[in-house]
């Protein structure tokens, strides 16, 4: 089912702009930073969606929300006017705007404004629930059941109703104590820190006792003499955090505590999963060495371990990252997710007992999301990389018979909501050609309608041309995607400079069939003034499988720079190309892969722009290092081929890096490392902070940012 133009050689070119005399204008700075999100972004549906559980769509236009049956035309349903009229009549703030909302079901909606959650009744008009929640909280989860709000003060975990009523579930004075927020760094798959049963009467909720973790320091400059921040911060070989599990009983007031013993107190637990009934809680139980996890089953009201359905193992690394689905037809059975069976992200049907009923997926490529099933549960809806790694396509999947059927058709990638009865889908898609298309479907496939056929709004831009391609990784047989953006008024006469744009860590992937393949309007900016633009997912990167990623265990950038050499191979065999102007600019993981390439590579790199770099593997995180690094006890050898410490002194080009101050991230003893190092060696380097920014800078000083890493490119690579 792949096409054949995506698993082609060379390249596949599609000329995106105007005629030549149509394309005048040029692309400032600001344009490329803050056009892209805003003046250049293509027109889309403000907060488009399905109207509850019926068949109805519903979308915002300004201050009006609108709706429509499917295959009709969509009509003013409500505005702002006719919501304030609700508030002010039952004393609620009025609003200034429509805000985020949405549908519980067919009439009501949920919306948060100005300290407040508020369930209005759009059919009769009335606000039937006005919750007003702490202004100082944060962490929020509001519960449907018991229509209850869950929240955190500082280090401690709170819920409250419409009583106001404010009951502390922890009262720890002990900051090193922290419950109700994300643990692990949101590493994992770990996202929130609150987690409600199905019937709301027990609440789950992380506590994580950080008192063994070293603490970072951070400099708020913003204050009259400068406050010190300190951060906790477990750095790879170090004491790290001990995570538990409380179970709430919100009748009794009393919390249960699931502290699991699988592996010490050193391990991770990930996909809290509530039964489908609320009776039983189900943890994934990862070791830290990451090679060995366990999924278990407790009793929710009393924290008794029941059994241990299964494991998996793998002397790399297992990363469970997605929590369980539940089916509510049949809720002794559940859907789970792993790369770890058969090397590509598949589902799995299980029982509670841990009986694997059938692999429901199977092939060399990728599940990325699962987004619902049809009213029976006997059909399941997925996103997936069948078609091809560089897009997301959605398929139907009957689970009884194992058939799956394409629903998407078009080229790119798609971002699909399915209606409540499975019946229908909102196909919101672009590609390399096509900005955006919104249409509705029927879920055996047929297009119903078009909403949106977005115009592109670059079209007067002089803009280069942009080609996404493969080329084979330094193994000779894996094939690898490049996006590359030529300069404006190509002339394959001339020579040109290339800046090779990296990030090549696991959890990414820059080379998509999407709207300008993923490029940024920044690589725009710098082919209106002369550049190449090549960017390569090397093996390591995501969506690829579990081999494709796992080659980088225990040598991190090592196989990721073989292969970003062969595109630099790549790129010198086209006699376009100045090989004596190669330029090389990536931020985090891809600002190690910058140095990485300019030290070991110092005759082939002649610049160099590395944003909040890691510099050497042990001033990393437990969580995100140790899983590709293990410990530097265990991996010394591994440890000190990767660092960069070491290869300060082989610096032979110009190398600028910038660093946020503030970084939680990437902390600034990386680069303060490097740059002392230099200074021990008599080597120049460029060095900037952003005094104010954390791991990537924001906002207008992104406008900044880009300029000063444009401007070093042109005064030493042009």
Same mark, same amino acid.
């Given at each position: &089912? ?6 082609g ?22 344009d ?17 969606? !399905?109207?509850?559980?019926?068949n ?5 236009v ?13 009509? $003013? ?7 304030n ?15 985020q ?46 229509? &209850? ?67 970072f ?17 477990? &750095? ?15 009748k ?10 699988d592996?010490g ?8 999963? !509530? ?6 809680i ?40 997605h ?6 037809k ?32 199977a ?23 069948e ?11 009957? &689970? ?12 790119g ?82 020579k ?52 494709f ?10 196989t ?32 190690f ?11 082939v790199f ?12 042990? !001033? ?47 902390? !600034? ?5 490097? $740059?002392?190092?230099c200074v ?18 924001r906002g ?19």
């Amino acid at each position: &089912m792949k096409r054949a133009f995506l698993l082609g050689y060379l390249l596949i070119i599609c000329v995106l702009f105007a005629p030549v005399y149509a394309q005048t204008k040029k692309l400032s700075m600001e344009d490329a930073i803050l056009g892209q999100w805003g003046k250049f972004y293509p027109e889309n549906l403000s907060q488009l969606s !399905w109207k509850g559980e019926s068949n109805q769509f519903s979308y915002v236009v300004e201050q009006d929300i609108l709706v429509a049956k499917v295959g009709e035309k969509a009509k $003013v349903i409500f505005n702002l006017s006719d919501i304030n009229e609700i508030l002010k009549s039952q004393g609620a703030k009025e609003l200034s705007r429509l805000p985020q909302f949405t549908w519980l079901n067919n009439e009501v909606i949920q919306f948060t404004s100005g300290g407040e959650l508020c369930h209005v009744d759009l059919l009769n008009k009335k606000l039937i629930l006005k919750l007003e929640i702490n202004p100082e909280a944060k962490n929020k989860e509001f519960c449907a059941e018991n229509l &209850m709000m869950a929240y955190t003060l500082e280090n401690n975990l709170y819920v409250s109703g419409a009583d106001r009523k404010e009951i502390a579930v922890t009262s720890d004075l002990d900051k090193n104590f922290v419950n109700g927020q994300t643990v692990s760094r949101s590493e994992y798959g770990i996202t929130d820190g609150i987690f409600w049963g199905p019937k709301g009467n027990l609440l789950a909720f992380y506590r994580k006792d950080e008192s063994k973790v070293s603490s970072f320091p951070l400099i708020d400059i913003t204050t009259r003499v400068g406050d010190l921040k300190e951060i906790k911060y477990p &750095m790879a070989g170090m004491d790290s955090e001990v995570v538990s599990l409380g179970v709430y009983n919100l009748k009794d007031k009393f919390t249960v505590w699931i502290q699991p013993d699988d592996f010490g107190a050193d391990q991770y637990l990930t996909n809290i999963s !509530w039964g489908a009934e609320g009776k039983y809680i189900y943890i994934q139980v990862l070791n830290r060495a990451t090679d060995h996890a366990k999924l278990n089953k407790y009793e929710a009201a009393t924290g008794k371990f029941v059994k241990t359905l299964f494991e998996e193992k793998d002397n790399r690394w297992v990363e469970p990252s997605h929590e369980l689905i539940f089916l509510q037809k049949r809720s002794n059975q559940f859907i789970y997710q792993t790369n770890n069976r058969d090397g590509f992200n598949h589902a799995y049907l299980y029982d509670t007992e841990g009986k694997l009923i059938k692999q429901l997926t199977a092939g060399d490529w990728e599940i990325t999301d699962i987004l619902g099933f049809d009213k029976s549960e006997t059909t399941m809806f997925y996103v997936s990389t069948e078609i091809s790694p560089i897009e997301r396509h959605v398929y139907k999947l009957n &689970m009884k018979t194992g058939k799956r059927v394409l629903l998407t058709k078009e080229e790119g990638h798609h971002a699909v909501q399915i209606s409540a009865d499975g019946k229908y889908f909102i196909d919101n898609y672009s590609s390399l050609n096509v900005p955006r298309k919104i249409v509705i479907a029927d879920t055996e496939g047929k297009q119903i309608q078009e909403l949106v056929n977005a115009d592109n709004k670059l079209i007067d831009y002089s803009l280069g041309e942009i080609s996404i391609g493969t080329i084979k990784a330094a193994d000779e047989e894996t094939d690898l995607y490049y996006r590359m953006v030529k300069p404006v008024d190509f002339d394959p006469t001339k020579k040109y400079p290339v800046v090779v744009y990296v990030y090549g860590g696991p959890h990414a992937q820059m080379v998509n069939n999407r709207w300008l393949g993923g490029a940024s309007l920044w690589e725009e900016y710098m082919a209106q003034n002369g550049y190449l633009i090549y960017v390569l997912d090397n093996r390591g990167s995501a969506n690829r499988g579990k081999e494709f990623e796992a080659i980088i265990h225990r040598q991190c950038g090592q196989t990721e720079m073989a292969d970003q050499m062969k595109g630099v191979e790549f790129l010198k065999s086209l006699p376009y190309v100045d090989a004596e102007r190669i330029g090389v600019h990536g931020w985090s993981y891809g600002g190690f892969m910058t140095i990485s390439l300019i030290t070991n590579y110092p005759d082939v790199f002649k610049v160099a722009v590395a944003g909040g770099p890691v510099i050497d593997w042990k !001033w990393y995180e437990v969580m995100y290092g140790e899983r590709y690094m293990d410990t530097p006890q265990e991996n010394p050898e591994g440890y000190a081929q990767t660092s960069l410490i070491a290869k300060a002194k082989d610096l032979k080009g110009k190398l600028l890096i910038c660093q946020g101050v503030i970084d939680p991230t990437v902390v !600034w003893q990386n680069s303060l490392n490097f $740059v002392r190092e230099c200074v021990k060696n008599n080597v120049q380097v460029d060095y900037f902070p952003y005094p104010c920014a954390e791991h990537n800078v924001r906002g207008r000083d992104r406008i900044h940012l880009k300029q000063k890493v444009s401007n070093y490119f042109d005064d030493f690579l042009k």
